[in-house]
C-alpha cells in the first residue's frame, strides 16, 4: 500500500527542485538559528548554576545544538541532491546514499520535536534542582570566609536584587537558617546568648533579611530587622505590608524567567521542525518521482512519486531488520553450524 | 601647478569611479551610525533626566542626529554622481552643480570634525547639571507622597545599585539631609525628639544610607545604621572598612559613565570625517578628471586630476580677492548711481 501518491509531470518536477533548492536554503539558516538559540539557553543557564543543584535541564540545549548542527548538515545535502536531481546523468550518483540518509534526516527531525517536548517536560526537575541550589545558597550564605562559598554571600544578593525576589519560597526561609557569620556576633551580650540557647542547634536566628531583599518601590525606607515586630517599627504592619520587601520567592522567579525563556525558544525550534520536515518531504517526493524516470530516453515523461513505498508499519521492519539481524544475526549463525556441524559429522 | 595633479586614462578613471562609488556607500552606512549613535546618547539621557533636574542640555545628541541625516543625504548623492560618472552624458546634467556640491562638502567636513571637538568638550557642562541634579534629588528621596516627585526615592535606589555609587560625592552626603520622611518618625520617641532639637531647621538627620548603598561583596551583612559608631557594631571599624558600602559618589560614577560614551562618539565621529574627507577628495579628483578630457569628443583620452587648480596659499589669495571684489561690487553701484546723480 503506497503511502501518499501523487503525479509529478515534467513542469511540475522542475519546480519541485526549484522550491526545494530555495526551502533547503532557508532550511539551513533557520538550523544555524537553532544551534545558535541551544547556545544561548546554555549560556543563560550556566550563568546561574550556582544556585542549581544538577545540570540535568542541560540536555534541552545539548539537544538543541547537536540538531542544529545536523540540520546544517542534512540540508547541505538536500541542497546537492536537488541540484542534480533533473541532471539524468548525475542523479544516479546518489542513489545508495538515500536510504541511509531519510532514516538519519528522520531521526534527528524527531530529536527536534523531542528536544520541545522535553523542554516542558523537565520543568519538575528544573524546579527540584532550583530549590535544592537556592537552599544550599542560604545555608552557605555567611560562609564568606569559607573557600569554595566565599562568594555565595555576594551571589544571592546579585540573583535577588536582579530578580527582585526573596528567599527559596519567599522571604521566611530567611528567618529560619543563620546567615549572620558567627565573627560578627558578640557572643558576650545577652541578646545574642539569648537567641543562640532559644534553639537546638545553637543558631543565631533572626526574623529579618539581608539588604538585597529589599524593595527600592517602597515609599518608606527598608525594614529589614525585626519584621514581625510590629511594635519596633512606627506605624507599621507586618500583615498588611507589601511594597517593603520582595514577596516572590527566588525559585518561582528563576522558573518563571526559564520557563518563558524555552517557550520562546520552543515556539521557534516548532517553525524550524516544521521547516525542516516540509524539506525532507519534498525531497523524498523528488527522489520518487526522479527514480520512476531513470533509464527512460525521454526526460519529460509524467511520472508518480509517493512517501513510502509500503505501509508506515511494514517500511519501520523494513529499516529495523537490518538492526536487528545484526544484533540476533550472531544467534543465528550459531545455532545454524552446530547443526550443520553434527549433520556433517 | 595644481596640487596633486595625477594622470588619467579610461581604465584608470573608472577605477577611481568605482572606487569613491563604493567608499559612498560605507559613508552612508556611517552616516546612519552617526544618526544611530545620537539617538542612543538622547535616550541615555532622557532615562536619567529626573536625576539631572530635567535640566540637561541635549543640544549634542540632537547636532549628531541632525549630521548624521545630513551625511546620508550628502553621500547618497554623491554616490549617485559617481554612478552617473561612467556615462559621460549623465554626468553632463550634474556638472554644473558639482563645484558647489563640492564646496557643501568641505563646509560640512569642517562641522563634522566641530561636532566631534563638542562630544568630548561637553563633559564639563555636563559634571555641573548632574551635581546640581543629584543634590535636589538627595533632598526629595523622602517625598514619596508628594505628586511630581514619589518616584525619586526609587529612581535613585535603582541608580546606587546600578552604578554601584552612593551619595552624591560619597555617602556622607546621607548624613546633612533627612532622607527619612516625617510619616514614619514617632514623635513621641525621646530619640526623635533629641534628633530634632539638635539642629537649626528641625530634621531628622543621622549617620545611617539607604539599604541601595550596601556593597553585596562585603563579608558581613550590611551596616546601613549608626555607621560612625564603633561600639554599636561588633568587630566594626569604620574608618578602615571599605566593603561595607560603596564608596564611590553618584556624580563621579555616572559622569565617568556618560564621559566614556562621549569619548567613543567622539572618536566615532572623528573616522567617519576622516572617511568623508577621503571621498570629497575622491569625488575631487573624478570631477577634474572628467573635465580636463584632452579631446573632449573621445571618452577614451587622456586626462589630468587635481585636488586644487592651484596651491593652497593661491587658492586662498583667489577667494580673498573674490570676496574683496563682492564688497566693492555693491560700493561701485553706489558710486555709479553718485555721478548719474550729478549728471542729471
Not at chain 1, 527598608?222 to 527566588?250: K, M, P, V
Not at chain 2, 564621559?259 to 577634474?288: K, P
Not at chain 2, 571618452?299 to 585636488?307: A, D, L, V
Amino acid at each position: 500500500m503506497v503511502l501518499m501518491k501523487m503525479k509529478f509531470p515534467f513542469e511540475k518536477r522542475v519546480k519541485l527542485a526549484q522550491g526545494l533548492w530555495l526551502l533547503s536554503l532557508s532550511a539551513t539558516v533557520a538550523g544555524a538559528l537553532t544551534f545558535s538559540l541551544g547556545c544561548i539557553l546554555k549560556t543563560e543557564l550556566r550563568r546561574r548554576a550556582e544556585v542549581m543543584d544538577n545540570s540535568d535541564i542541560h540536555i534541552v540545549p545539548d539537544t538543541l545544538m547537536i540538531v542544529g548542527l545536523a540540520s546544517l548538515g542534512i540540508n547541505y545535502f538536500a541542497s546537492k541532491i536537488c541540484q542534480d536531481a533533473l541532471d539524468a546523468g548525475r542523479f544516479p550518483r546518489w542513489k545508495n546514499f538515500l536510504k541511509p540518509y531519510f532514516a538519519v534526516s528522520c531521526f534527528f527531525t524527531v530529536l527536534m520535536l523531542l528536544a520541545i517536548i522535553m523542554s516542558y517536560a523537565m520543568k519538575g526537575t528544573l524546579e527540584s534542582s532550583l530549590k535544592a541550589g537556592l537552599r544550599n545558597g542560604i545555608r552557605f550564605y555567611k560562609d564568606t570566609d569559607t573557600p569554595g562559598r566565599c562568594f555565595q554571600k555576594q551571589n544571592i544578593d546579585r540573583l535577588q536584587m536582579e530578580f527582585r525576589c526573596c528567599g527559596n519560597t519567599d522571604f521566611r526561609d530567611w528567618f529560619e537558617v543563620q546567615w549572620i557569620s558567627n565573627r560578627y556576633l558578640d557572643f558576650s551580650s545577652t541578646e545574642v546568648k539569648n537567641r543562640i540557647k532559644s534553639n537546638v542547634d545553637g543558631r543565631y536566628l533572626v526574623d529579618g533579611v539581608p539588604f538585597s531583599c529589599c524593595n527600592p518601590s517602597s515609599p518608606r525606607p527598608c525594614i529589614q530587622y525585626q519584621l514581625t515586630n510590629n511594635s519596633a517599627h512606627y506605624n507599621y504592619d507586618y500583615q498588611t505590608e507589601e511594597l517593603n520587601i520582595y514577596l516572590r520567592g527566588c525559585r518561582e522567579a528563576l522558573v518563571n524567567y526559564y520557563m518563558g525563556l524555552m517557550n520562546t525558544i520552543g515556539a521557534g525550534v516548532l517553525s524550524v521542525f516544521l521547516l525542516q520536515g516540509s524539506v525532507l518531504v519534498s525531497l523524498r517526493f523528488l527522489q520518487t518521482s526522479m527514480e520512476a524516470v531513470a533509464g527512460n530516453e525521454n526526460v519529460e515523461i509524467e511520472t508518480e512519486g509517493y512517501l513510502l513505498e509500503k505501509g508506515v508499519k511494514e517500511t519501520i521492519m523494513e529499516y529495523l531488520d537490518p538492526l536487528l539481524k545484526f544484533l540476533l544475526l550472531k544467534n543465528q549463525v550459531e545455532e545454524g553450524d552446530p547443526a550443520a556441524a553434527p549433520a556433517t559429522t | 601647478m595644481a596640487l596633486m595633479p595625477v594622470k588619467f586614462d579610461l581604465k584608470k578613471r573608472v577605477k577611481l569611479a568605482q572606487t569613491v562609488w563604493f567608499m559612498y556607500w560605507f559613508a552612508v552606512m556611517a552616516g546612519v551610525l552617526v544618526f544611530s549613535m545620537g539617538l542612543f546618547f538622547k535616550i541615555e539621557l532622557r532615562k536619567r533626566s529626573e536625576l539631572m533636574d530635567n535640566n540637561e542640555s541635549h543640544f549634542l545628541p540632537n547636532l549628531l542626529i541632525f549630521m548624521g541625516l545630513i551625511a546620508c543625504g550628502i553621500n547618497a548623492l554623491g554616490g549617485k554622481i559617481c554612478y552617473d560618472s561612467l556615462d559621460p552624458i549623465k554626468f553632463m546634467k550634474w556638472k554644473p552643480i558639482l563645484k558647489n556640491f563640492l564646496v557643501m562638502c568641505v563646509v560640512f567636513n569642517g562641522l563634522l570634525l566641530v561636532t566631534a571637538v563638542l562630544c568630548f568638550l561637553m563633559r564639563i557642562p555636563l559634571q555641573f547639571t548632574l551635581a546640581e541634579g543629584l543634590r535636589n534629588g538627595m533632598k526629595f528621596y523622602k517625598d514619596t507622597d508628594t505628586p511630581g516627585r514619589c518616584y525619586m526615592k526609587r529612581t535613585l535606589d535603582l541608580m546606587q545599585m546600578e552604578f554601584r555609587c552612593c551619595g552624591n560625592d560619597n555617602f556622607r552626603d546621607w548624613f546633612e539631609i533627612q532622607w527619612v520622611s516625617n510619616r514614619y518618625l514617632d514623635f513621641s520617641a525621646k530619640e526623635v525628639k533629641d534628633r530634632i532639637g539638635s539642629n537649626v531647621d528641625g530634621q531628622y538627620l543621622m549617620d545611617g544610607v539607604p539599604f541601595s548603598c550596601c556593597n553585596p561583596s562585603s563579608p558581613r551583612p550590611c551596616i546601613q545604621g549608626q555607621m560612625t559608631n564603633n561600639s554599636a557594631h561588633y568587630s566594626y571599624d569604620h574608618y578602615t572598612e571599605e566593603l561595607n558600602v560603596w564608596r564611590r559618589g553618584c556624580r563621579e560614577a555616572m559622569l565617568s559613565y556618560y564621559g566614556g560614551m562621549m569619548n567613543t562618539i567622539g572618536a566615532l565621529v572623528v573616522l567617519v570625517t576622516l572617511l568623508e574627507v577621503a571621498v570629497t577628495i575622491g569625488l575631487q579628483y573624478v570631477n577634474t578628471s572628467l573635465s580636463t578630457l584632452a579631446n573632449p569628443d573621445d571618452p577614451e583620452s587622456e586626462s589630468e586630476g587635481w585636488i586644487l587648480e592651484k596651491t593652497v596659499g593661491e587658492t586662498f589669495t583667489d577667494i580673498m580677492d573674490k570676496m574683496k571684489a563682492m564688497g566693492k561690487g555693491s560700493k561701485v553701484e553706489e558710486g555709479a548711481e553718485a555721478p548719474v546723480a550729478t549728471v542729471s
